[in-house]
């Protein structure tokens, strides 16, 4: 039954937002063509043109810096996802039988794979994007400080908390590994449903993320061997 109220509250992730229009389609154009081709695989005068945009400084007087973009996107985004991630955190800490790393394994996937679920038939890039950031460690490094990955954070420190018997170093590494496979694995959910016309089977698709959520809490729970605690 808890698991089923965490569900209804990662669906309401969505990453439909309305900021400036200018400002919109430049974030739109930047989010696909750096999903299709890599965070640094495109210049920033492509992406004005193809937002449309007939003043080539358009992208710099709104945003600045290719940084500052990748920034924006997350920004926009990133935040009701985030909201929704700390919903699930809240209403899990209220299990009077105490946390699990299930529970915190579900609210790092969950809200994620729900807006990807939730864009079905539509033309989304998000997760794709964010699957490309983890080939850049040094954006890596920057965008986990983003506000709007906060409930991201708190999962961490909560792992910390409730596995004390995992060295910190270990979790923080295993945390690192999920998080790339969670975003890998949506990022393909995603490009399977997130597309004109795709009529996906979303028993099918739930599935395959309920599995998602089961690999990583497995990677977050395994005893750690001897050799690695030495």
Known sequence: ARAKEMNRLAKRATTKVDPDKAKLSLIDAAER??????????????????????????????????????????????????????????????????????????????????????????EVYYVRFLARIQSEPALIAQSVKHPNYGGLRECAYILHRIVPEIPKQVMNLRIRLALSAMF?????????????????????????????????????????SETVRQ
């Open 33 to 122: 063509l750096m999903a299709e081709n890599g965070i640094n695989g495109i210049s920033l005068r492509k992406i004005v043109s193809e937002a449309g945009q007939g003043n080539s400084a358009a992208l710099q007087y709104h945003f600045g810096t290719r940084f500052d973009l990748v920034w924006a996107i997350i920004d926009l985004r990133t935040r009701p996802i985030d909201q929704s991630r700390r919903a699930m955190l809240e209403y899990a800490q209220a299990d009077p039988k105490g946390m699990s790393v299930s529970q915190v394994a579900r609210a790092m996937v969950m809200p994620l794979a729900s807006s990807a679920v939730q864009n079905r038939g539509k």
């Open 184 to 224: 890998l694995e949506v990022a393909e959910i995603e490009r399977e449903v997130c597309k004109p016309g795709a009529v996906p089977e979303v028993e099918k698709i739930e599935e395959r993320i309920t599995n998602i959520v089961d690999s990583i809490a497995g990677m977050l729970s395994a005893p750690v």
